[in-house]
Structures are given as C-alpha cells and as structure tokens.
C-alpha cells in the first residue's frame, strides 16, 4: 500500500501533464461546437471530421516538403507554423463550406433536419478523406513524420521529463486560445458574433450582416479544430480518416460540461474532461488493485460528467440564460 | 422622406396589414396609434426587412427598400429600436452602443457618443455594466442611444413607453422630443396614445390592418372616436 501511495505521487506530474495536452485538445475542437451552438443553437456533428481534415492537410504539407527535402531544411518552428496555418486554413474553410451548402438551406427547417444534415455530412467527409488519400497514397492510415527535434526531451524534474512537441502541444493551444479570446472579447466584429449570439433580428437591426457573422463564426471554430488537427497528428502521430470521430465526441462532451455556448466552458470544459481522463487511465488500477484498468478511463470521466450535469444541467459556466422574447 | 404604399403583410394565411399608406416627412414626429395586433409593429419591422410585404411598396427618399436585407436598410439611414427594447443583455452598455454604430467608421462615432451620454447621463454612468443588470428604464435609454448611434435619418420607435412607471414615461418622452428638435424625423409607435399624440405632429390610426383615420395630432386628440378608443374617455 505505501509503495501504491509513492508511486501516485511520483507519476502525478506526468499524468498532469498528459491530461492538459489531452484538454488543450479537447477545448480547442470544444470551441467549434461551442461557438456554431452559440450563433444557431445547433450541433455540428460533421466538426469531428472539421478537426481531422485539419491533421490530414497538416500530414500531406509535412509528407511534401519531406519529399522535397526541406523538412529538416526550414527550421522546425517555420515547418511548424507553416503547418498550423495551412490546416486552421483548410479545416476553417471546409466549414465555411458545409454551412453554405449542409446547414443554410435548412435554416429555417426543423431543428432536427440540420442535424441529420450534419451526420450526413460527417460520414460524406469521412470517406471522401478516405477516397482521396486511397487514390493520391494509396494508404489512408497515415503517420505524421518525425521532426527530430520535437521527440527531444528534457528533464523538468526527476520524475518529469517533457518533449519539445508537448511543449509545442501546449504552447499553441494557449495562444489560439489566448487569440480567440481577444478576437471575440476585444474586437467588433467578436462583438458582433456574441450580439448575433444573443438576438440575430437585433443584431440585423444594428447592420450587422447575421449571415456573414455565421459564416465567420464556422470559420474561427473551424481553424481551432484545424489547428486541434495539427497538434493531434503532432502529437500522437497517427491518424486515418476516422479518429476525428472520438476526439469529436469527447470535445462535444466537454463543450456541454462547460455549458454550450458559452466560450471560456468550452475550454473549462475541455481541460476538466482531459484531467479526468488522464487520471483515469493512470490511477484506476493503481487505486482499485487493478480491479479496473486504463480501458475504464471513459466509463470513470463519462460518469463524472454525467454527475455534473445532474447537479449543473447548464455545465459548468453554463449560467448564460438564453432571452427571447 | 418615407413613404408606406399599399402595404399588405401576411404572416402565413393571416392577413396582418391591409393596403397600409403612410407618409413621414423631414423632421416630423408620426405616431402610429392602434390597439394590440392592429398591425403598429408589423408595419415598423416591414420598414426595417425584417418582414416582407406581399404588396406594396416603402420607399425612402425615394430609394425602394422592399426586398433590402435589414443590415442593408440600417446603412440607408433607418435605426429600428423594436419592442421590448432588444438590447444585447450579455454585452455591457459601451458595446452596445458600439453595436449601435456597426456600419460606421466615420469620426462622428465619438461625437455622436457625447450625444447619447448628454440625452441619458445614466448610461454614462453604468459604460461599463452588462446590459442586462441594467433598470427598465435605463434599458430603453439604451435601446434609444444605440439606434441614436447609427446616426440614422429616420428613427422607428417601437412602444418606447411599455413597462415603465409613468415619470420614466415621461423623461423617455420628453428626450424623443428632444432628439426631434435636433432635428430627427422619428416614426413612433405607442399603446399609450395620450403620450403620443402629445409630442407628435401628425398622427396614423391602425384597426385590424388597415388605416382607419388620418390627420394631425391636434386633430386625432380631438377625434370623438379616438378619445373614446383611444384616450379612454
């Protein structure tokens, strides 16, 4: 027992650390959810693969400069930024995209059509990554390829050594989110997309264009699950068209933890279930005498979450009370 | 300067608005009176896109707005403050009022602020605070300033006195008045048809869709029909 107790305390660091790469993950897709919710009280269901055509794009630029032979050319953090860029680009886009063609249409539809849309949309882009790697790969598993420098390690403590690419993971996410931050809190146009939020006939009584401010919004929650993509495929290394659809899932939840539509939930929200899961999977078998294993970290964190919403139905920060009148 | 023709707005197989005509003039105030569901606040929110007519035509200056988005008719020069005042309750009053001058990025915007806070020193005091703490009253200030902030030509005002106690009925009353000798052309709609004609120059009676009677506000205050329907006598 007093060994269990010491080794909790010596892998307490790490685990802490894997569960805030794990919730940076999640709050940045989390946002996505959170901010289309937050304009159209819808879910978009196809953000999951949003997310994932973000690491897609971000593994065929790191496959083609290596190709070319500038992956250790350029320095590591150009390749870097050059990556994050073009996958926020890409996946920020693409969700422009789908709301203009899946979702705009149905405005004014039941509320449950555009969310079958949206599923729809979800299996249409799963295959079509599918297709497209099989015909340009012919592979569509795909494993990002190593920068050297990121795999490099140093020791924090005795017991926590952490990789430059976690550090990487960490550091971007907080500036997206520091960034997102400004843009919707500091900003007119952000202004503007909590006014929409809010009351879309006001907000067209004060000129402000309701649909350009949609479309905006999908494309800021659309680069945040891009540039999640990147990170993801940094840091985890594989990916095929299909992962987007847990990591999805989970950041959903957290988004609903947090309380939907509210923006610093998503990312309470997203850090809280990644910690959960983190220590899950570490501490459970510890802790029950390997009663229960790793494989109940989903079981454990889901039931914490559906603990909270018992006795927080609106998540977390969810206080915001929607007025319509 | 606006001018509402043969105006008819369905809302699906209900008729709401009958060959509506109406006119406002430069520097007028016009008070549409009219019962509930007569069709005061269809016919503001049709002049603003957020309804469209089946028929008829709006035309300001003479430019058709029938068919113009409403953030488009806001940058010809129409603010819309709609009933039940519709601030951002989540946005404090300054970004409100900034919501107020979306399309502009003139320099008026800071003069046009000093305006606002000179007509409603309150909210000058409350810049900071989340709308929605803010009183009743000071919540159709703060309707009122951020349509002021549009520095529209024409005004619509959409029951400006519900829900208030009357010495706030009054003060908002007496600042529409003032906004109009600053010289802004102001089409105000109002249950409390007393208030209304007392401030306004010329006056429109609505009854189940249609305009049932016309003329000043000397006129209609005089009106033996209006005074019974409408004043309560």
Same mark, same amino acid.
């Given at each position: ?124 882009? @799963? ?72 009351? @879309? ?33 940094? @840091? ?90 | ?6 105006? *008819? ?102 003069? *046009? ?60 009353? *007496?600042?529409?008045? *003032? ?55």
């Amino acid at each position: 027992m007093c060994m269990d107790v010491a080794l909790l305390v010596r892998i307490f660091p790490e685990v802490l650390l894997d569960g805030i790469i794990l919730g940076f993950m999640y709050a940045l897709i989390a946002l996505g959810y959170t901010m289309v919710y937050g304009v159209l009280e819808f879910i978009n269901f196809a953000h999951s693969e949003i997310f994932i055509v973000g690491a897609f794009v971000g593994v065929e630029i790191l496959l083609g400069l290596k190709s070319v032979g500038l992956l250790d050319g350029l320095p590591w953090p150009i390749v870097l930024v050059l990556v994050l860029i073009a996958g926020m680009a890409a996946s920020g886009l693409l969700a422009v995209t789908v709301e203009r063609i899946a979702y705009r249409p149905l405005r004014n539809a039941p509320r449950l059509i555009p969310l079958i849309s949206a599923i729809g949309i979800s299996f249409f882009l @799963q295959d079509l990554i599918r297709l497209v790697e099989s015909l340009w790969r012919n592979a569509f598993n795909m494993v990002y390829p190593t920068i050297d420098v990121l795999n490099l390690r140093f020791e924090l403590t005795e017991t926590l050594d952490v990789s430059v690419k976690s550090l990487v993971v960490i550091v971007g996410a907080v500036l997206m989110l520091w960034a997102l931050h400004l843009i919707v809190n500091r900003t007119k146009v952000g202004t503007a997309i909590r006014a929409v939020a809010e009351d @879309q006939a006001a907000a067209s009584l004060m000129g402000i264009d309701v649909n350009r401010i949609i479309s905006l919004t999908f494309l800021i929650g659309g680069a945040m699950g891009g540039a999640a993509g990147v990170l993801f495929g940094v @840091q985890y290394g594989l990916i095929n068209p299909y992962s987007g659809f847990i990591p999805g899932l989970k950041a959903f939840t957290a988004a609903v933890l947090g309380g939907i539509g509210n923006i610093p939930g998503a990312m309470v929200g997203g850090l809280v279930l990644g910690l959960l899961e983190a220590f899950a999977a570490s501490y459970l078998s510890l802790l029950t005498g390997g009663a229960f294993g790793a494989e109940y970290k989903d079981i454990f964190a889901f039931s914490v979450l559906i603990l909270i919403l018992i006795f927080r139905p609106k998540g977390l920060l969810g206080e915001v009370v929607r007025e319509r009148a | 300067m606006l001018e509402v023709k043969s105006l *008819d707005v369905a809302y699906g197989e209900i008729r709401a608005l009958k060959g509506v005509e109406l006119e406002v003039g430069r520097g007028e105030i016009v008070t549409i009176l009219g019962n509930n569901g007569a069709g005061k606040t269809t016919t503001l929110k049709t002049i603003s896109g957020l309804l469209h007519p089946t028929r008829g035509t709006i035309t300001l200056e003479a430019e058709p707005l029938v068919g113009v988005p409403p953030h488009a008719i806001v940058s010809r020069g129409v603010a819309h403050v709609p009933e039940g005042r519709h601030i951002f309750n989540r946005l404090t009053v300054r970004e409100n009022l900034t919501m107020g001058a979306y399309l502009r990025s003139d320099t008026g915007i800071a003069t *046009d602020l000093e305006r606002v806070f000179a007509l409603f020193p309150r909210l000058a005091e409350r810049i900071t605070q989340v709308a929605g703490t803010l009183s009743g009253g000071e919540q159709q200030m703060l309707a009122i300033g951020r349509a002021l902030m549009a520095n529209p030509r024409l005004l619509l005002l959409d029951e400006p006195s519900m829900g208030l106690a009357p010495v706030l009925v009054e003060q908002i009353f *007496d600042t529409i008045s *003032d906004i109009n000798r600053q010289g802004m052309t102001i089409l105000l709609v109002e249950q409390n048809a007393a208030m209304a004609l007392s401030i306004a120059h010329r006056g429109y009676v609505l009854e189940t869709g249609s305009i049932a009677l016309t003329g000043t506000a000397a006129e209609l205050a005089d009106n033996p029909e209006v005074r019974r329907a409408y004043l309560g006598e």
